[in-house]
Nanobody, 121 residues
């Protein structure tokens, strides 16, 4: 059983900063790409940041320069530092990861349960 557990969401004001974390647990051998998505009310889920096992990153244009994704491979954890938050950043944020399970040696995507971030103006 593999699980992704997110933490760090909440209610903040515009301009504030917030740090999210997501830890993988269970019986797996490797965690490859790790991702942060978000879904605002009435909108489709969008990819906002990704990081490879080697640390290469990519960001959506809407968050470039404000959000930073990082990871600690020893802890199987991905982080996202969000600075200069805007009301339009309000969404449920999900982490995802490509994980190889020990029992089957199959790699597939796993998802966290989501954490709400609300930015007030």
């Amino acid at each position: 059983q593999v699980q992704l557990a997110e933490s760090g969401g909440g209610l903040v004001q515009a301009g504030d900063a917030l740090r999210l974390s997501c830890a993988a647990s269970g019986s797996f051998s490797s965690v490859f790409g790790m991702y942060w998505y978000r879904q605002a009310p009435g909108q489709q889920r969008e990819l906002v940041a990704q990081i490879t096992i080697g640390g290469s990153t990519n960001y959506a244009d809407s968050v470039k320069g404000r959000f930073t994704i990082s990871r600690d491979n020893a802890k199987n954890t991905v982080y996202r530092q969000m600075n200069s938050l805007k009301p339009e950043d309000t969404a449920v944020y999900y982490c995802a990861a490509e994980i190889r399970v020990i029992a089957t040696m199959i790699t597939r995507n796993y998802w966290g349960q989501g954490t709400q971030v609300t930015v007030s103006s």
